[in-house]
């Protein structure tokens, strides 16, 4: 054949080439695997509250803590409704009152969700939400004693009495779930033996906590100087620092996601140690939990090969909260009075940018950790996000 004819078949062949084969710019598939993860999951959305009753160390009273529950439902609920306290409410976003959905063959997985100080366990329900939507059986305890109203109204407990009873909670909340009654919906609906530990500010202190990390008691002693201080007479109880030593490890608690964690707590080598799958979430301008007395020296205590952080730039303390977006100013301020100059203000990444890109994380963390499945890679191979930075190990 003629060279004229051949470049004229040639660009006639490239002229009407099928269009979904032409050599386009490769798409990353993580990318795309994690677009999908913005979105919420397929499952409809079960929400309730239940009560659950101890006794923790230390203690010669009960202790009752209430715990909200979020979990893959039936498609056929009303909207559920967000109270805090019988003063606020919100509307739920995506959660009903239908009944469980059936697990099938296997039980979901189990996320527990820990509130900071001065919090609830209701503030993690953007969390909650998601995870149910994706699968998974998710519960948030109020942590008594240092809740929202309670610190409110000057009716907190003792500092050194959250640092023994919040890790208590958490297997308590566990214990619970693991011994529902057989008439319960909730029975047999989860697989409690090994749990995602999500944990907020002092909720972060908690996960570490509970995941195994023993609390220092030269640490806590500048807390103190005046063991006399009725807030300081747990320090000078025999039982107390003996409860420091052993500890609160829950061996259920298989991989952590602390967000801007309170550390100050701990020896750096607690949290080496622990060697569970760890996601650090953090605010690059937290005033709160600095970068300098958090997440830098978090990160440089962890060191599994699994472990990412997941930093905002552009995030203060209160951006991992929907309270920017669920309450008015004056509501906001009561509650956490730095909140406009820590994540709320205009300054910040919005709230309802941010949430739905932590929980992405999260939920592909919790899938690749506790489920087994194949998605840290997703984690990180994916770009992350505008106004996110990854580091891995």
């Known amino acids: 054949m003629p060279r004229l004819l051949i470049l004229t078949a040639s660009l006639l062949a490239a002229c009407t080439e099928d269009p979904e084969t032409t050599p386009t710019e490769e798409t990353n598939p993580a990318d795309a695997a994690f677009a999908e993860r913005l979105e919420p999951g397929s499952f409809a959305v079960g929400y309730r509250q239940i009560d659950v009753t101890y006794r923790p160390e230390v203690s010669d009273e009960n202790r009752t803590i209430p715990v909200e529950v979020w979990y893959p439902a039936m498609p056929d609920g009303a909207t559920a409704g967000y109270a805090v306290g019988g003063i606020i409410s919100i509307d739920a976003p995506l959660a009903?009152?239908?009944?469980?959905?059936?697990?099938?063959?296997?039980?979901?997985?189990?996320?527990?969700?820990?509130?900071?100080?001065?919090?609830?366990?209701?503030?993690?329900?953007?969390?909650?939400?998601?995870?149910?939507?994706?699968?998974?059986?998710?519960?948030?305890?109020?942590?008594?004693?240092?809740?929202?109203?309670?610190?409110?109204?000057?009716?907190?407990?003792?500092?050194?009495?959250?640092?023994?009873?919040?890790?208590?909670?958490?297997?308590?909340?566990?214990?619970?779930?693991?011994?529902?009654?057989?008439?319960?919906?909730?029975?047999?609906?989860?697989?409690?033996?090994?749990?995602?530990?999500?944990?907020?500010?002092?909720?972060?202190?908690?996960?570490?906590?509970?995941?195994?990390?023993?609390?220092?008691?030269?640490?806590?002693?500048?807390?103190?100087?005046?063991?006399?201080?009725?807030?300081?007479?747990?320090?000078?109880?025999?039982?107390?620092?003996?409860?420091?030593?052993?500890?609160?490890?829950?061996?259920?608690?298989?991989?952590?996601?602390?967000?801007?964690?309170?550390?100050?707590?701990?020896?750096?080598?607690?949290?080496?140690?622990?060697?569970?799958?760890?996601?650090?979430?953090?605010?690059?301008?937290?005033?709160?939990?600095?970068?300098?007395?958090?997440?830098?020296?978090?990160?440089?205590a962890i060191d599994g090969e699994d472990d990412v952080w997941i930093d905002m730039p552009r995030g203060g303390h209160i951006t991992f909260l929907s309270i920017c977006d669920d309450l008015e100013d004056e509501l906001i301020t009561t509650f956490q009075a730095s909140a406009f100059e820590d994540g709320c203000g205009e300054q910040f990444i919005p709230v309802s940018e941010a949430l739905p890109v932590l929980s992405a994380y999260i939920g592909l963390f919790g899938d690749a950790h506790i489920r087994g499945l194949d998605t840290q890679g997703t984690i990180e191979d994916a770009t992350p996000p505008e106004g996110f930075v990854l580091t891995t190990q």
């Open 96 to 300: 009903t009152t239908a009944d469980p959905a059936d697990p099938g063959d296997l039980p979901f997985p189990v996320a527990v969700y820990s509130h900071g100080n001065g919090g609830v366990g209701l503030v993690g329900y953007p969390f909650g939400e998601y995870l149910a939507s994706w699968g998974w059986v998710v519960l948030a305890p109020d942590h008594v004693g240092n809740t929202a109203l309670e610190l409110v109204i000057g009716q907190g407990d003792p500092f050194l009495r959250s640092v023994i009873d919040r890790p208590q909670d958490i297997s308590a909340t566990l214990d619970w779930l693991e011994n529902v009654g057989a008439d319960d919906p909730l029975a047999e609906l989860a697989d409690p033996s090994s749990v995602l530990l999500v944990g907020h500010s002092f909720g972060g202190y908690t996960s570490f906590a509970a995941a195994g990390a023993k609390p220092s008691a030269d640490r806590l002693d500048p807390d103190c100087p005046d063991k006399d201080d009725p807030n300081c007479v747990l320090f000078e109880d025999p039982a107390f620092q003996d409860l420091l030593e052993q500890g609160f490890a829950d061996d259920r608690i298989t991989a952590l996601v602390p967000q801007a964690p309170a550390i100050r707590s701990f020896e750096a080598s607690e949290l080496t140690d622990l060697s569970l799958p760890t996601m650090l979430q953090s605010g690059a301008v937290d005033i709160t939990t600095t970068p300098e007395t958090s997440s830098i020296p978090t990160w440089a």
